[in-house]
């Protein structure tokens, strides 16, 4: 059964940085698309970032582009989000998901991803 665990989270000044880590095992993680989403207090869940199991097709919440990066280790199974320029309403509980496929392309849908992890907290807050 395949396990996702985030890491990484942490609280920060408007402008900060953080880098959260999604370590997957107990599956293939070369045939994983791997979504980034976020909760924040009071409201849905929200796609952020994913990206595609061959690690060549990325997308992006107009929130977050520019911003944030996605990136793909397939040697280590870990998918790693580079958060940049922090905002407040950044704060949230962030989770990544996965979904095994060989299309090109990843969305950010959040039904289409079958493995959740349990999430990591991120404040930003002076």
């Known amino acids: 059964q395949l396990q996702l665990v985030e890491s990484g989270g942490g609280s920060v000044q408007p402008g900060g940085s953080l880098r959260l880590s999604c370590a997957a095992s107990?599956?293939?993680?070369?045939?994983?698309?791997i979504g980034w989403f976020r909760q924040a207090p009071g409201k849905e869940r929200e796609g952020v970032s994913c990206?595609?199991?061959?690690?060549?097709?990325?997308n992006y919440a107009d929130s977050v582009k520019g911003r944030f990066t996605i990136s793909k280790d397939n040697a280590k199974n870990t998918v790693y989000l580079q958060l940049n320029s922090l905002k407040p309403e950044d704060t949230a509980v962030y989770y990544c998901?996965?979904?095994?496929?060989?299309?090109?392309?990843?969305?950010?849908?959040?039904?289409?991803?079958?493995?959740w992890g349990q999430g990591t907290q991120v404040i930003v807050s002076s």
């Open positions: 107990g599956g293939t993680f070369n045939i994983l698309h």
């Open positions: 998901a996965a979904v095994p496929s060989l299309r090109d392309v990843c969305v950010l849908g959040l039904s289409t991803y079958d493995y």
């Open positions: 990206i595609s199991s061959d690690g060549r097709s990325t």
